[in-house]
């Protein structure tokens, strides 16, 4: 299990290698001046040469890259800007600050807002799933069926937009939502994420019903399952011991990639609500052109994905022990 464990997490780090060098290059390809950005709108170009410099861009790409990936464990000294501590992504020449720093403070609302989402509709989605397969056929499997569909059809701004309007304007049966620390007001953390929690998870519980739902039909009509029912197992103890956790190899692997995405930034979501998060961040970085910014959160993005798939390889490994042997 150990060097299972090790293989996935050394080839995690090289596609977390390849994805930064990638994302460097391609956006350090586009042209926008940083130094410009970081000098003014009123800049001579005696001044702007020196901002050049200053910020290390009138150096090769290849080591302006080196530097910047040596920030992220040493820090980086910008002259005329002051230190980038480790671990330093960049310098925001919008923000005037590191660009590690205004993401960690952003990270607290993307985070509360995915896993609140999170636990929603994975234990909605689940439990409505395992229900539908073990009533296929009658009513309630078909209206979790059409529910689902329709479910998966809506998209996140609209379902939004909507339910601002009739939970937040006309019936006030929401609060306005916007993130509140949880520590200092925890009523508060909760009542402004709730309905941004019930939208997402609205979009989510759909995919999981579906293929919960199909998985353990599938599952049921296995063998194994056959032969305990056979051997005088309980109903209860088929579907938990047996058809579930064949269920829920697929179930894991879409949790993972949709929580990796959620956690880079809920972009859609969070300008939906008005939530400050890393989405909104990913988005004004584009609108002020603030490459620094938007290249940190590019990575932090495929960062996410690429520990949430080495998370979910090891769930497997104790799911299914053949996987550890493969």
């Given at each position: 299990?150990?060097?299972?464990?090790?293989?996935?997490?050394?080839?995690?780090?090289?596609?977390?290698?390849?994805?930064?060098?990638?994302?460097?290059?391609?956006?350090?390809?586009?042209?926008?001046?940083?130094?410009?950005?970081?000098?003014?709108?009123?800049?001579?170009?005696?001044?702007?040469?020196?901002?050049?410099?200053?910020?290390?861009?009138?150096?090769?790409?290849?080591?302006?890259?080196?530097?910047?990936?040596?920030g992220i464990f040493v820090g980086r000294d910008y002259e005329g800007l002051g230190n980038c501590p480790a671990p330093c992504l960049g310098f925001s020449f919008v923000n005037r600050a590191p660009v590690f720093e205004t993401i960690m403070d952003r990270m607290p609302v993307t985070i509360a807002l995915t896993l609140?989402?999170?636990?929603?509709?994975?234990?909605?989605?689940?439990?409505?799933?395992?229900?539908?397969?073990?009533?296929?056929?009658?009513?309630?499997?078909?209206?979790?069926?059409?529910?689902?569909?329709?479910?998966?059809?809506?998209?996140?701004?609209?379902?939004?937009?909507?339910?601002?309007?009739?939970?937040?304007?006309?019936?006030?049966?929401?609060?306005?939502?916007?993130?509140?620390?949880?520590?200092?007001?925890?009523?508060?953390?909760?009542?402004?994420?709730?309905?941004?929690?019930?939208?997402?998870?609205?979009?989510?519980?759909?995919?999981?019903?579906?293929?919960?739902?199909?998985?353990?039909?599938?599952?049921?009509?296995?063998?194994?399952?056959?032969?305990?029912?056979?051997?005088?197992?309980?109903?209860?103890?088929?579907?938990?011991?047996?058809?579930?956790?064949?269920?829920?190899?697929?179930?894991?692997?879409?949790?993972?990639?949709?929580?990796?995405?959620?956690?880079?930034?809920?972009?859609?979501?969070?300008?939906?609500?008005?939530?400050?998060?890393?989405?909104?961040?990913?988005?004004?970085?584009?609108?002020?052109?603030?490459?620094?910014?938007?290249?940190?959160?590019?990575?932090?993005?495929?960062?996410?994905?690429?520990?949430?798939?080495?998370?979910?390889?090891?769930?497997?490994?104790?799911?299914?022990?053949?996987?550890?042997?493969?």
């Amino acid at each position: 299990m150990l060097r299972f464990l090790i293989r996935r997490t050394l080839g995690a780090l090289v596609i977390l290698l390849v994805i930064s060098a990638v994302t460097f290059f391609l956006f350090y390809a586009i042209p926008a001046d940083p130094a410009r950005l970081a000098c003014g709108k009123v800049c001579p170009p005696e001044t702007l040469e020196q901002a050049r410099h200053n910020l290390g861009i009138d150096q090769p790409l290849m080591v302006q890259f080196v530097s910047w990936l040596a920030g992220i464990f040493v820090g980086r000294d910008y002259e005329g800007l002051g230190n980038c501590p480790a671990p330093c992504l960049g310098f925001s020449f919008v923000n005037r600050a590191p660009v590690f720093e205004t993401i960690m403070d952003r990270m607290p609302v993307t985070i509360a807002l995915t896993l609140g989402a999170a636990v929603i509709f994975l234990i909605f989605g689940v439990a409505t799933g395992i229900v539908a397969a073990l009533r296929q056929g009658k009513p309630l499997d078909k209206i979790a069926s059409v529910s689902s569909l329709i479910g998966a059809s809506v998209q996140i701004y609209f379902v939004g937009t909507l339910a601002m309007y009739f939970f937040v304007y006309q019936t006030q049966v929401f609060s306005q939502p916007k993130y509140v620390p949880i520590t200092e007001d925890p009523l508060g953390w909760f009542n402004g994420l709730l309905l941004p929690w019930l939208v997402l998870a609205l979009i989510f519980t759909a995919n999981y019903t579906r293929i919960t739902r199909s998985t353990m039909v599938e599952n049921l009509n296995e063998d194994y399952v056959r032969t305990a029912r056979a051997k005088g197992m309980s109903g209860r103890s088929v579907v938990l011991r047996f058809a579930l956790r064949g269920t829920l190899t697929p179930i894991v692997t879409i949790f993972g990639v949709d929580l990796g995405t959620l956690i880079g930034g809920a972009i859609i979501t969070e300008t939906t609500f008005g939530l400050q998060g890393i989405g909104r961040l990913a988005v004004r970085a584009v609108d002020y052109s603030d490459l620094p910014t938007l290249m940190a959160t590019v990575v932090l993005a495929a960062g996410a994905i690429v520990v949430m798939n080495v998370i979910v390889d090891s769930l497997y490994a104790v799911i299914d022990p053949r996987v550890r042997l493969s």
